[in-house]
């Protein structure tokens, strides 16, 4: 037998294990994640109103509930158990932790109320566990820095509606919060130009079609070069309606300052000619890209972990964004996971070490409560249970909420409950 261990359960983790499983009949795997349900930015980062893209969590529970598969969630490697204990257990271990640390600008006013970076916001947005509260006040401009696909869910999730919302997942206090808001503008501004910006065509198209915004290009005749992108903000540029909301496009502006007391009045930029603007903002949302955090006893460099083709060193291998960076979309992983796999398939050997097995004695005798499949199913089932009218799901926003939906302290494989 091979023991595996991945520690994280979004795309990069769930699609390695089952590549895995495909080219070892002898592995044995298990998936490591600190909070009690998977999925990682499938469920916190993906935007509530996008639930086709959710929707791949069905494939990826299939991973989680195949036989050779164990969930290990509700636990953080560094805290429960140390790397180098885990990489003495298993024959190999991979690190699919994502980056979840937002990358600054290092601008001043940066640390003003109402600046916020992207991960942050989202994971407010999709009730992540514990995120500290959000205070918006009297919101009617809002400034979003960055043009990828990131800087359009936030803009698409601020310039919506109540009734555009239904059928999501936005939470009731998330959604209160966001409609009391009397939004009136809001600015996307990339540093480059048009025919530079990350957006994908499908992903910009979208706010063409919103109900109370639209888009418009504040300086039309800057459209240069030929692109999806461009040819669709060409388009944009001839909506000539009038609506609640204005989601303006600005190019060539690099972010320089936010301004403000304590909280933010106006985010400063300067032009390539060397002019400054300034645009008035109640909310700032950097949308520039993430760094990877270490894990235990592994130091990540320049926002990822150094590798060489996934690998770290003998035994200990890196996959999904903790690799390469922010980038790719939910496919991207797919294709990545398979090269590892075969990687890992080629160099480890089965050995003597007891994997699942002596996890499971240590986090008895560490008195860990961790949360399987099966009761992560039972969370999964009490948040759509909880739903209500017009809402697919109410995800629980504390950890204390889920352990409970959990009933991890009934698990006999639970003995005593560190909650
Ligand atoms: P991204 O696509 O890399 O875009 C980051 C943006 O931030 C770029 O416009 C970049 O400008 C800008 N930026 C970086 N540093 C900056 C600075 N110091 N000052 C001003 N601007 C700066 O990243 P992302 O939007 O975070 O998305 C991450 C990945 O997730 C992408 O691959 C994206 O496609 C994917 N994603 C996909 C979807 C979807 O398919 N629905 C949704 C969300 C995210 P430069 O280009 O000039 O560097």
């Not at 496919?331 to 796999?341: C, F, K, M, S």
């Not at 050997?349 to 002596?358: H, T």
């Not at 950890?399 to 939906?405: H, K, R, S, T, V």
Request: proline share 5%; glycine share 10%.
């Amino acid at each position: 037998m091979r023991h595996i261990a991945i520690i994280g359960s979004g795309p990069a983790g769930c699609y390695l294990a089952d590549n895995v499983l495909r080219l070892l009949p002898d592995s044995s795997i298990d998936i490591l994640e600190r909070l009690p349900s998977p999925f990682g930015l499938i469920r916190y980062g993906v935007a509530p109103d996008h639930q086709g893209t959710k929707a791949v969590t069905r494939v990826l529970d299939r991973v989680l509930s195949r036989d050779r598969v164990s969930f290990f969630g509700n636990v953080e490697v560094g805290r429960d158990v140390g790397l180098d204990e885990l990489m003495s257990l298993y024959d190999a271990v991979v690190l699919a932790t994502g980056a979840e640390r937002d990358r600054r600008l290092g601008i001043p006013g940066e640390g003003l109320l109402g600046v916020i970076g992207s991960g942050a916001f989202t994971g407010w947005y999709n009730s992540y566990p514990e995120h500290p509260a959000m205070h918006l006040q009297d919101v009617r401009s809002a400034v979003i820095i960055g043009n990828g696909n990131v800087a359009i869910d936030v803009v698409r999730v601020l310039a919506k509606g109540p009734a555009e919302m239904a059928g999501s997942d936005l939470s009731p206090e998330v959604m209160s919060i966001l409609n009391a808001q009397p939004i009136e503008t809001i600015h996307i501004v990339g540093r480059r130009g048009a025919a530079d910006a990350r957006f994908t065509e499908h992903e910009l198209a979208e706010l063409g079609t919103l109900q109370r915004a639209r888009p418009v290009v504040v300086v039309p005749a800057g459209l240069v070069g030929q692109s999806a992108v461009v040819e669709t903000l060409r388009r944009f540029a001839e909506d000539g309606r009038s609506t609640q909301v204005a989601i303006n496009f600005h190019f060539n502006l690099t972010p320089i300052a936010f301004l403000g007391d304590e909280r933010l009045s106006a985010v400063q930029f300067r032009s390539a000619d060397g002019k400054t603007t300034e645009l008035p903002a109640r909310l700032a949302v950097t949308c520039i890209g993430y760094e990877t955090v270490a894990c235990g006893t592994a130091s990540p460099a320049n926002g990822v972990f150094p590798n060489e083709d996934g690998k770290i060193r003998d035994g200990l291998y890196v996959v999904g964004w903790a690799k390469r960076g922010p980038s790719g979309t939910i496919p991207t992983n797919r294709t990545e996971a398979q090269q590892l796999a075969q990687k890992i398939a080629q160099e480890v050997a089965g050995s003597d070490r007891p994997g699942r097995s002596a996890l499971r004695q240590l986090f008895k005798e560490r008195r860990v409560c961790w949360v399987d499949h099966a009761a992560w199913r039972r969370i999964d089932a009490a948040e759509l249970a909880r739903a209500g009218d017009g809402r697919c799901r109410e995800k629980f926003s504390t950890i204390g909420e889920m352990l409970e939906a959990a009933q991890v302290g009934q698990n006999l494989s639970c003995p005593g409950a560190r909650i």
